[in-house]
């Protein structure tokens, strides 16, 4: 949970919002902002106690067009530290601005409201928290407990309904203790459009959110403080959910997440098309991302792994999880794949362990020593995966560069692919078809996004990427016919250093 390119969504820009119509959808370019400042240094245990708070939440089972999300960042600790991705919507009548975190492991976007109680009041991300206040806005309504949306925030296990009151509520629970609770309230959400091709127009439609009103944990904090969560996972609840189930929206969304650098990427709410993605499908009736991981080979050779370790049953399955920023592996494939690792680098580099931690002194670059891994999925797709995607650079000890392995191990429960192997990758989330799909790309150029529909099959647009310093996106520089169709909307107990 928790760049500059182009994507779908019915929301507000960072700074400026530029919209497209194709196909009879709109959608907006937003900008994300990184969580935590750039060149900071975080201890790898601050990252896992970050991912358990989420992962303890899977565990628990909790619950138009294209907009173009701006994004900045890195999954590298050693500069940024968490791996925090936001964006700013606008809601409420007068409208207004929030920073809301950018989540695919949840499903509801949630805002810290005015009467919460326990809430950070300021933000060490250099940003002006805001509270929504549902009395300020002439548009925003309770959710009763007779409205429709309220029976499926209670399937969900997520949600509970006063009958005294007659508000519907929630309260998410983290591993770690931290949480949020409140009530859903419906309001505007506003976006620009784009008529055609030139003539721009704003749009909106009503959405259901959460609004918090107690936070404890890591939520109460304020060193990473922001106005709340933006959830994209599969549930009804979602806002690509609520907006494609009016036709305001494509049912497919895709990121891409420059790891080099200073980081950066897109987010999609549309189809990145590229020709090398390849797909495999979900696992169906999860209340997560969950894809059929069936072996994994290092240097082209097979593990000696057995598969049952990554079916989903029980509490384990393989996760795709843009929100953690680690990966995580369970013991059963953890120790097979470091065993290979350091077999192949063993002439090439000085072993060592950190805090239980199997780490590698590199003189040379990982690119020339380490091997390439590939995680292999249902249908043939393979995720290859470079040095960068599964080691950590962690600073220098005697001259060398040390590197270490970033897959954390996992006693028990889901395999966990997080930021680490999800960077310098267009990730595809095509809901509409149940499938997820990936390639290899530097994700600091532009993107192709597909905005058609089964009844428009002919518009996709080129979307321009711009400096992620810079405040606005690049608008679409121009339309071009395909045919090709859209769907749209998508612990660890070994201390690292």
Not at 74 to 101: I, M, R
Not at 227 to 233: E, V
Not at 361 to 383: E, H, K, R, T, Y
Request: glycine share 10%; with cysteine.
């Amino acid at each position: 949970m928790r760049g500059s390119v182009p994507v779908f969504f019915a929301l507000a820009t960072l700074a400026a919002a530029e919209t497209v119509v194709l196909g009879g959808l709109a959608g907006t370019f937003l900008t994300l902002e990184r969580a935590i400042p750039l060149k900071e240094r975080v201890e790898l245990e601050a990252l896992r106690a970050r991912d358990r708070a989420r992962h303890g939440r899977i565990l628990q089972g909790v619950v138009g067009g294209v907009v173009d999300f701006s994004v900045q960042g890195t999954s590298d600790p050693y500069f940024v530290g968490y791996g925090l991705y936001f964006t700013k919507v606008k809601l409420g009548s007068p409208a207004k601005e929030f920073y809301v975190q950018i989540d695919t492991g949840s499903d509801i976007l949630w805002l810290n409201c005015v009467t919460c109680s326990n809430c950070p009041q300021s933000s060490g991300l250099g940003i002006e928290l805001n509270f929504f206040d549902t009395a300020s806005s002439s548009t925003a309504a309770l959710v009763s407990c007779s409205d429709p949306i309220c029976s499926y925030a209670v399937q969900t296990a997520t949600s509970e309904c006063s009958s005294q009151a007659n508000q519907c509520s929630y309260t998410f629970q983290y591993g770690d203790g931290s949480g949020t609770s409140g009530i859903y309230v419906s309001d505007m959400m506003y976006f620009d459009m784009i008529m055609g091709q030139s003539v721009f127009s704003n749009s909106s439609s009503t959405v259901v959110f959460g609004c918090s009103t107690y936070q404890s944990g890591d939520l109460a904090k304020t060193d990473k403080a922001v106005d709340g969560i933006f959830g994209l996972g599969p549930g009804a609840l979602s806002v690509v959910s609520q907006l494609s189930s009016r036709g305001l929206a494509p049912k497919v969304f895709s990121h891409c997440l420059k790891g080099q650098d200073n980081g950066g990427g897109v987010l999609v709410l549309g189809e990145i098309l590229e020709p090398n993605i390849v797909y495999s499908p979900l696992v169906p009736s999860q209340p997560h991302y969950n894809l059929y991981l069936q072996s994994i080979s290092v240097n082209g050779q097979l593990l000696p792994i057995d598969p049952d370790v990554f079916v989903t049953a029980n509490n384990r399955g393989t996760i795709v999880d843009s929100g953690t920023t680690l990966a995580y592996l369970v013991q059963e494939a953890y120790d097979p794949f470091v065993n290979a690792i350091s077999t192949a680098v063993s002439q090439l580099s000085k072993p060592i362990i950190s805090k239980g931690n199997q780490c590698f002194l590199v003189a040379n670059s990982v690119g020339d020593i380490f091997p390439p891994v590939s995680l292999n999925f249902m249908g043939g797709a393979s995720m290859v995966l470079n040095p960068d995607h599964y080691l950590m650079h962690y600073g220098f000890l005697d001259g060398a560069a040390m590197w270490c392995i970033g897959f954390q191990k996992v006693q028990e429960g889901y395999t966990i692919l997080g930021d680490l192997v999800l960077k310098d990758k267009i990730i595809v989330y095509d809901l509409a078809n149940q499938r997820i799909g990936w390639a290899n790309y530097d994700c600091s150029l532009a993107v192709n996004v597909s905005v058609a529909t089964s009844k428009s099959k002919d518009a996709y647009i080129h979307g321009r990427h711009t400096s992620a310093s810079c405040p606005h996106i690049g608008i679409f520089s121009k339309f071009l016919a395909a045919a090709f169709l859209v769907h749209i909307i998508v612990f660890m107990e070994s201390q690292f250093l």
